[in-house]
């Protein structure tokens, strides 16, 4: 069984700092994708990561893949409020995704 | 363009009553599609997905079952609400098992 770990689960920043979310999982595959939710709203694309060691980035947010490591990143760089989110990491295996548990991120004046 | 609908978009429910939400995806053809659940400040649970019209795989087993009677179209039904059932459904859709999913605006379910 495929098993999706993010971490943290909350986290309070102030704006203009730097963090880094991570997300685990303990069974082989190439292919990861993060989500953005806004409260009472539906999930938003942000990346899809394909291949090992294949970042991308969007404004102040960047993401990466180590499929040896089983393990992606989101970082975010000089946090604004905009940002205040929940973040979800989601990791396929065949045709279904199996999500992490989300981080409640929030940005702070 | 590919757009997804969801009705009704909030929902509420006694228990022991029916229910039957709909999803529907306009601009593809044969997409694969899927119906989630998320509990309040959770992640979300994969509950059925559809490769095509007939075809539904069911994740876990529950009071709910979906149908999908066209190729755009899936529908999740249940007979009889528990107070467990509520929560946020959301719907999604993609080209092929190989691609990122899509998400719609989602039905928010309260049983009472």
């Known amino acids: 069984e495929l098993k999706v770990e993010q971490n943290p689960l909350f986290l309070s920043m102030q704006e203009g700092k730097n963090y880094t979310i991570y997300c685990n999982y303990s069974t082989t595959s190439d292919r990861l994708y993060w989500y953005r939710q806004d409260p009472g709203k539906s999930l938003e694309s942000l990346f899809v990561l394909l291949s090992n060691g294949a970042v991308k980035q969007e404004g102040r947010l960047m993401a990466s893949l180590d499929t040896k490591a089983r393990l992606s990143t989101l970082h975010i760089t000089a946090a604004v409020h905009d940002l205040s989110a929940t973040y979800f990491c989601a990791v396929a295996l065949q045709a279904r995704l199996t999500f992490g548990e989300g981080t409640q991120l929030t940005v702070n004046p | 363009s590919q757009t997804i609908h969801q009705w009704p978009a909030t929902l509420v429910q006694p228990v022991g009553s029916p229910l039957s939400l709909e999803c529907t995806v306009e601009g593809t053809s044969n997409p694969n599609l899927y119906w989630y659940r998320q509990a309040a400040g959770r992640g979300l649970q994969l509950l059925f997905y559809?490769?095509?019209?007939?075809?539904i795989s069911s994740e876990v087993p529950q009071n709910l079952s979906a149908s999908r009677p066209q190729d755009r179209q899936f529908i999740l039904s249940s007979k009889k609400l528990l107070l467990s059932d509520s929560g946020f459904y959301l719907c999604?859709?993609?080209?092929?098992?190989?691609?990122?999913?899509?998400f719609g605006p989602g039905t928010r379910l309260t049983v009472t």
């Open positions: 999604a859709w993609s080209l092929g098992s190989q691609h990122e999913q899509y």
């Open positions: 559809s490769v095509g019209i007939g075809q």
